[in-house]
């Protein structure tokens, strides 16, 4: 298994659309060790496969204290959302140390197959809903700070891009 590298805000591979997965085998299995490895290290609740540089539909996510529920989500569709929504205060792995409220349906129905191309459905609420969601924008090319406003997103792109020339990590 390896550490992968996370891109951060505001990297524009950040913004490219991932593809569907269309080929099952070892080297899915293995991206999806690597990103479940990554995830656990860095440390985090969920990754999608864009924030590793890696531009297909995977995400995975574990949103347990113990750590051992790891949940796969390969070529994921919300098949319905509530009309209720909810704001969580959301953070990501590619923002270091920025936590803002972000407003999104409070229950949504998933549709995937997992890395062994096995179909499964979960409706979720709290905050595995709230990370699903999140990581389906990743695979958009949407970052979260993207819900907050200019002024915010531009405070923020500017202290990040400032970390990165001196060479500082949040
Ligand atoms: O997409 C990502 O970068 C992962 C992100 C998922 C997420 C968390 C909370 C709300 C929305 C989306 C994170 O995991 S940020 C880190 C985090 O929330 C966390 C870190 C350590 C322990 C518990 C949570
Ligand atoms: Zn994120």
């Avoid at 490895?37 to 540089?53: C, H, I, K, N, R």
């Avoid at 062994?116 to 709290?126: C, H, Q, R, S």
Wanted: glycine share 6%.
């Amino acid at each position: 298994m390896a550490l992968l590298n996370i891109l951060r805000y505001p990297d524009p591979r950040l913004h490219k659309v991932a593809k569907p997965v269309t080929e099952f085998g070892a080297r899915l299995e293995q991206l999806v060790a690597d990103m479940a490895e990554t995830m656990y290290d860095a440390p985090g609740v969920g990754l999608a496969a864009s924030q590793v540089d890696v531009h297909e539909r995977v995400v995975v996510i574990d949103v347990s204290e113990t750590h051992d529920a790891l949940m796969v989500f390969v070529n994921p569709e919300i098949v319905w959302a509530s009309e209720e929504k909810q704001v969580y205060d959301e953070g990501c792995l590619s923002v270091p140390g920025v936590y803002d409220g972000v407003e999104r349906p409070a229950r949504v129905k998933v549709r995937a197959v997992d890395q062994f191309n096995k179909p499964f459905e979960v409706e979720a609420d709290g905050l595995l809903a709230v990370c699903i969601q999140h990581e389906m924008d990743h695979l958009m090319g949407k970052v979260f700070v993207e819900y907050l406003s200019p002024l915010k997103r531009n405070r923020i792109k500017t202290k990040l891009l400032k970390e990165e020339r001196s060479g500082r990590r949040a």
